[in-house]
């Protein structure tokens, strides 16, 4: 069984730049949530994508989005890089069909706006 | 606002002995819950759950406890072993509004079991 895999696990971009980073679901997951981890901070729900469609979002910025392809895999954009953007975002998948799945999350990327 | 609290940023023990972590939730509305540990470099890995309807729920070494009237959990493991020294976050859904995949965590707690 392949585990959630995350791509680049580290990125340095300066603010104002557009970053995309990307994710593959573990296999038999049709759900990807994403969520961004600042430091000593636990992990926030950016958005959960479900059949190509986002369906939850939580409390961030348009700037913020994402996509889901037909593999499941899925990618996250953010646009206008701000200093605070610097996190360690988490991909996570699920099975959307079982109500009770917990999620299963990837290493994470680094990513630093300098 | 932070619907699940932490309040113990870390906490150390002896191997062999046990090890509880504790967890607030404010969110009334909250009815699954989880606890994930995190080694440094990896991503936060599933330990165990438990939904509102019960009150305990055991697996091996770990046991998590919900007191729903006080809206407070706690993860218990005995015997504690070096190799569970990570931190643990406490994280809340609800499920039974379709936001399952919704997770609240709380700030997390550093364990250290010393050998």
């Known amino acids: 069984e392949t585990g959630v895999t995350q791509s680049p696990t580290h990125l340095i971009k300066t603010r104002g730049q557009q970053v995309t980073l990307r994710c593959s679901s573990q296999?038999?997951?049709?759900?990807v949530s994403w969520y961004q981890q600042a430091l000593g901070q636990g992990p926030q729900f950016i958005f959960q994508?479900?059949?190509?469609?986002?369906?939850g979002r939580g409390n961030f910025p348009p700037r913020f989005s994402g996509l889901q392809f037909p593999n499941y895999s899925s990618e996250l954009n953010v646009n206008a890089l701000e200093l605070d953007d610097s996190a360690l975002y988490l991909c996570?998948?699920?099975?959307?069909?079982?109500?009770?799945?917990?999620?299963?999350f990837g290493n994470g990327t680094r990513l630093t706006v300098t | 606002d932070q619907q699940v609290k932490q309040n113990s940023p870390s906490l150390s023990v002896q191997e062999g002995r046990i090890s509880i972590l504790n967890c607030d939730y404010t969110?009334?509305?909250?009815?699954?819950f989880l606890w994930y540990k995190k080694y440094p470099a990896e991503g936060p890995t599933f330990l165990i759950s438990?939904?509102?309807?019960?009150d305990k729920n055991e697996d091996g070494r770990f046991t998590v406890f919900l007191n729903k009237s006080a809206k407070h959990l706690s993860l218990h493991i005995v015997p504690s072993q070096p190799g569970d020294s990570a931190v643990y976050f406490c994280?809340?859904?609800?499920?039974?509004?379709?936001?399952?995949?919704?997770?609240?965590f709380g700030k997390g707690t550093l364990l250290t079991v010393n050998p």
């Open positions: 996570a998948s699920s099975s959307g069909g079982q109500v009770n799945s917990p999620l299963h």
């Open positions: 296999s038999g997951h049709n759900t």
């Open positions: 994508y479900y059949r190509e469609e986002e369906n």
């Open positions: 969110n009334s509305m909250f009815d699954y």
């Open positions: 438990i939904s509102s309807i019960k």
């Open positions: 994280a809340a859904s609800e499920v039974s509004a379709g936001s399952n995949y919704k997770l609240t």
